[in-house]
């Protein structure tokens, strides 16, 4: 299993993180997304055939691209 915490700029509510949670479950091999919105930042806990290229696609395609 590995993790990855994404600093998300766009992120300004809860309402904001459900949406990126709600996404990213959806990619096989992701088994956990939490996030913070005080912090700005999501952390992502995932398996093959998850790839962080993946995960950060779907980010930019959803309005929330990280910052790192």
């Known amino acids: 299993m590995e993790s990855k915490t994404f600093s998300i700029p766009n992120i300004s509510c809860g309402h904001c993180?459900?949406?990126i949670k709600n996404e990213l479950i959806e990619i096989d091999g992701v088994?956990?997304?939490e996030g913070d919105p005080d912090s700005k930042k999501?952390?992502?806990?995932?398996d093959a055939?998850?790839?962080l290229?993946?995960?950060k696609s779907t980010l930019e395609?959803?309005?929330?691209?990280p910052a790192d």
Do not use: C, L, Q
């Open 17 to 19: 993180v459900m949406s």
């Open 31 to 33: 088994s956990n997304v």
């Open 42 to 46: 999501v952390t992502v806990e995932y």
């Open 49 to 51: 055939p998850a790839t």
């Open 53 to 55: 290229e993946k995960i």
């Open 61 to 65: 395609d959803i309005n929330y691209p």
